[in-house]
């Protein structure tokens, strides 16, 4: 289903990690040099920097070239339709196509940006044929989209993920399913309304442990961006289901302002506690199994919650807020590099590298046997040309 080279894709994930030992001067960049003849990958990867500005001058050319063929076009009547927009998306996605196939383009930012291209092409062609046969009946809200609408994309998104292993995708194909479970929700149950922040809550609990227990299994190994992206995506939309501010205003939208008033957050014993406690969960789970997405997503979230609580609670001033646990994250962090300086416990603040790259490859394996890449070959006639008896053998053996 992938179309890179798989090959050079586990290639490429042994050249990774292999730069860490070099970095630390584990490694010789001879020895480097011999693990990378050994493993050559074929790919076109420039730097950020370059794959920035790749990225952008596609966007600028699909631009432009749209814009050319539909001015071409445009007195036959065609270009208002959405069979055109089609037609441009299938363009761009072929252009895709070919750019990875002939010319080996991964993560050049000029796939990044086709990819994108092609998936929004596509979107806005579907919904434009929707609306105009009016394929949805039902009555939605204005902020819930029609969930035809919102099937292609994920099946979409879907598509262009296992195929092009892009961890952005994968994380809109993740929101996608979200959406698509509160809008099925909202049209097919009387009380979809109420369960919409414990159906987010649980299906993205169901996300991260499948993403967490797939990015060790070697099946899973040219998805490992990917899988790490969807355990960041959905523990951020874990607590964010359960935050106070978010479930209040979500409230407020769907069901709008009452006689009696705004909507009322109906169980604040439970979304209270979510709020305040599950960013330090996520740190605590984070040190205990070692995880650092756990750990750094914890983090980023006391600081949500920080914001969250002085929204209702005026204790102090927001920035007065905002730097009191600014400090109090920095001052812990400071302490915490200083005191496992020396490892404890299991813990260390030093960059570890690893023994085996996921599907079971040996690095220290590898460093052993680059250096008997070159080493030379002892003479293939030592034992030939004699000239008295015993098997070959000169005299002066």
């Given at each position: 289903?992938?179309?890179?080279?798989?090959?050079?894709?586990?290639?490429?994930?042994?050249?990774?990690?292999?730069?860490?030992?070099?970095?630390?001067?584990?490694?010789?960049?001879?020895?480097?040099?011999?693990?990378?003849?050994?493993?050559?990958?074929?790919?076109?990867?420039?730097?950020?920097?370059?794959?920035?500005?790749?990225?952008i001058?596609?966007?600028?050319?699909?631009?432009?070239?749209?814009?050319?063929?539909?001015?071409?076009?445009?007195?036959?009547?065609?270009?208002?339709?959405?069979?055109?927009?089609?037609?441009l998306?299938?363009?761009?996605?072929?252009?895709?196509?070919?750019?990875?196939?002939?010319?080996?383009?991964?993560?050049?930012?000029?796939?990044?940006?086709?990819?994108?291209?092609?998936?929004?092409l596509?979107?806005?062609?579907?919904?434009?044929?929707?609306?105009?046969y009016?394929?949805?009946?039902?009555?939605y809200?204005?902020?819930?989209?029609?969930?035809?609408?919102?099937?292609?994309?994920?099946?979409?998104?879907?598509?262009?993920?296992?195929?092009?292993?892009?961890s952005?995708?994968?994380?809109?194909?993740?929101?996608?399913?979200?959406?698509?479970?509160?809008?099925?929700?909202?049209?097919?149950?009387?009380?979809?309304?109420?369960?919409?922040?414990?159906?987010?809550i649980?299906?993205?609990?169901?996300?991260?442990?499948?993403?967490?227990?797939?990015?060790?299994?070697?099946?899973?190994?040219?998805?490992?961006?990917?899988?790490?992206?969807?355990?960041?995506?959905?523990?951020?939309?874990?607590?964010?289901?359960?935050?106070?501010?978010?479930?209040?205003?979500?409230?407020?939208?769907?069901?709008?302002?009452?006689?009696?008033?705004?909507?009322?957050?109906?169980?604040?014993?439970?979304?209270?506690?979510?709020?305040?406690?599950?960013?330090?969960?996520?740190?605590?789970?984070?040190?205990?199994?070692?995880?650092?997405?756990?750990?750094?997503?914890?983090?980023?979230?006391i600081?949500?919650?920080?914001?969250?609580?002085?929204?209702?609670?005026?204790?102090?001033?927001?920035?007065?807020?905002?730097?009191?646990?600014?400090?109090?994250?920095?001052?812990?962090?400071?302490?915490?590099?200083?005191?496992?300086?020396?490892?404890?416990?299991?813990?260390?603040?030093?960059?570890?590298?690893?023994?085996?790259?996921?599907?079971?490859?040996?690095?220290?394996s590898?460093?052993?046997a680059?250096?008997?890449?070159?080493?030379?070959?002892?003479?293939?006639?030592?034992f030939?040309?004699?000239?008295?008896?015993?098997?070959?053998?000169?005299?002066?053996?």
């Amino acid at each position: 289903m992938i179309i890179y080279n798989k090959t050079w894709l586990r290639n490429l994930l042994i050249q990774d990690q292999i730069n860490v030992p070099l970095a630390t001067g584990d490694l010789s960049k001879e020895e480097f040099k011999n693990i990378e003849k050994a493993y050559p990958v074929g790919f076109y990867s420039p730097n950020i920097f370059v794959r920035t500005g790749l990225f952008i001058l596609t966007c600028v050319i699909a631009l432009f070239g749209g814009c050319l063929l539909s001015y071409m076009f445009w007195d036959s009547g065609i270009v208002d339709s959405g069979g055109w927009i089609f037609f441009l998306g299938l363009i761009s996605y072929t252009a895709l196509e070919l750019v990875v196939k002939n010319k080996n383009h991964f993560r050049s930012g000029t796939d990044d940006a086709l990819i994108w291209i092609s998936g929004g092409l596509f979107s806005v062609a579907f919904t434009w044929i929707t609306v105009k046969y009016n394929w949805y009946h039902h009555n939605y809200t204005d902020m819930l989209p029609p969930a035809p609408i919102v099937s292609f994309v994920l099946i979409l998104s879907l598509y262009l993920t296992l195929r092009f292993a892009d961890s952005l995708m994968a994380l809109f194909c993740f929101l996608s399913t979200l959406v698509l479970a509160v809008v099925l929700a909202v049209i097919n149950l009387s009380f979809g309304i109420a369960i919409i922040p414990f159906l987010v809550i649980v299906l993205s609990a169901i996300v991260y442990y499948f993403s967490l227990s797939k990015s060790g299994s070697p099946k899973f190994i040219n998805y490992l961006h990917c899988l790490l992206m969807l355990q960041a995506g959905s523990l951020l939309m874990l607590y964010l289901a359960g935050n106070y501010y978010v479930v209040e205003h979500l409230g407020n939208k769907l069901y709008g302002y009452t006689s009696i008033g705004p909507y009322k957050v109906p169980y604040p014993v439970f979304f209270w506690p979510w709020t305040i406690l599950v960013p330090f969960i996520y740190v605590g789970f984070g040190l205990y199994k070692k995880n650092v997405i756990l750990l750094r997503t914890g983090l980023v979230l006391i600081a949500i919650a920080a914001v969250t609580f002085k929204n209702y609670y005026h204790v102090l001033p927001i920035e007065s807020t905002l730097v009191l646990f600014g400090l109090i994250i920095l001052g812990g962090s400071y302490w915490a590099i200083k005191y496992l300086k020396t490892p404890k416990y299991g813990f260390t603040s030093e960059e570890l590298q690893e023994d085996t790259i996921a599907g079971g490859i040996n690095v220290e394996s590898l460093i052993i046997a680059s250096t008997q890449l070159d080493t030379p070959q002892g003479t293939a006639d030592r034992f030939g040309g004699g000239d008295f008896g015993g098997g070959g053998s000169s005299s002066s053996f």
